[in-house]
């Protein structure tokens, strides 16, 4: 990110945050009441904390 980042900008990234309970309870009846959904699409689930981690890298 810091490649291609402009000094002092700002990114913006959106994901489910697994480590919450709520979000492990609406994919699960999501996938219950829209079969074939992304549900399966979100290849790896990130944490708040895991998220930060990686970026801060």
Do not use: N, Q
Request: net charge positive.
């Amino acid at each position: 990110m810091a490649r291609i980042l402009r000094a002092g900008g700002i990114l913006i990234i959106g994901t489910p945050d697994y480590s919450r309970v709520l979000w492990r309870a609406i994919e699960f009846f999501y996938g219950i009441i829209v079969p074939g959904g992304y549900k399966e699409k979100h290849i790896t689930r990130y944490t708040f904390a895991r998220l930060k981690m990686i970026l801060h890298d």
